[in-house]
């Protein structure tokens, strides 16, 4: 009797965990992921000091849509965002490391 009552509700709360169908169509991406932004061309970069040229080129050659500098001493959220581009510095403002999110 109590297996009767379980399954439906576990069920039930499963079935959120279902993607959406307008999403799992072929090709399509899901909203978070559309914009994202790609750096894995931009290796050539660490080591250089960042100026604002630099820091426009780069957030154009990753297609993102934001720039974050991180400071060697600065402190930054850890949120997640796609489209983002996150530009690590030291404190002679040399890039350290550069990825998305």
């Known amino acids: 009797m109590k297996l009767a009552l379980f399954l439906p509700i576990a069920l039930a709360s ?22 994202s932004c ?3 061309g931009l290796a050539y970069a660490v080591g250089k000091t960042l ?4 820091e426009t080129k780069l957030k154009k050659e990753a ?22 581009l996150n530009i690590f510095t030291d404190e002679a403002s040399k890039i350290i490391r550069i990825n998305c999110g």
């Open 51 to 54: 100026t604002q040229e630099l």
């Open 14 to 35: 499963l079935s959120g965990c279902i993607p959406a169908a307008e999403n799992a169509e072929a090709g399509q991406n899901p909203p978070e992921l559309a914009g």
């Open 63 to 84: 297609k993102a849509s934001m720039v974050r500098v991180a400071p060697h001493d600065g402190v930054i959220t850890m949120d997640y965002s796609p489209a983002r």
């Open 38 to 40: 790609d750096a894995s």
